[in-house]
């Protein structure tokens, strides 16, 4: 029996090398043409498109443009009411990249918070906290001054696509 592929015979003994290095080749040309996560383990710079959607069903794509080299990070929002946002990476380790913002203030109350994302290097897998600071302060508190806070549960869903680059 002679299997064709490529238009090769497979029972040919001088073409089958060829097509061994062929066939060795097609899953690396379908993670290729279906557009495959990047490899977050360098310190190469990276981007992750997520989703939210709050409880009343309202959502929007925000994109994390990271660069662990120069330990920065930049939220990108799709929705025009929000403005770009800076994030610290505060941690590269060979299993996970965090992404910290610094503490802020809502307009509709007065309690500090942040966010921290947690990146798995090996999965690509963004995983959202958020920290409050229940403290009458008389200044903004800083990430870098050691305020951590207390985590609390999200209030919207987060749902993110494999890093790119």
């Known amino acids: 029996m002679q299997i064709l592929v490529f238009g090769v015979k497979h029972g040919n003994r001088r073409h089958s090398g ?3 290095k062929l066939l060795a080749l097609i899953p690396c040309m379908i993670l290729a043409a279906c557009g495959g996560a990047a490899d977050i383990t360098g310190d190469e710079a990276f981007q992750i498109t997520c989703t939210w959607t709050d409880k009343g069903g309202k959502s929007s794509d925000e994109t994390y443009f990271v660069d662990p080299k ?7 929002f799709e929705d025009a009411d ?13 299993r ?5 913002s610094d503490w802020g203030t809502p307009l509709d109350e007065g309690d500090h918070y ?3 994302n947690v990146i798995d290097r090996s999965t690509g897998i963004l995983t959202p906290s958020r920290y409050e600071l229940k403290r009458d ?5 800083l990430l870098a001054e050691g305020w951590e806070g207390t985590k609390v549960d999200l209030d919207y869903e987060y749902d993110c ?5």
């Open 70 to 76: 120069l330990d920065l990070a930049v939220l990108e």
């Open 137 to 141: 302060l008389t200044y903004e508190p």
């Open 161 to 165: 696509k494999k890093p790119t680059r």
């Open 114 to 116: 942040r966010d921290e």
């Open 96 to 100: 996970k990249i965090v992404i910290s």
């Open 82 to 94: 929000f403005e770009d946002a800076e994030y610290f990476v505060t941690k590269v380790t060979p």
């Open 18 to 20: 060829v097509t061994k």
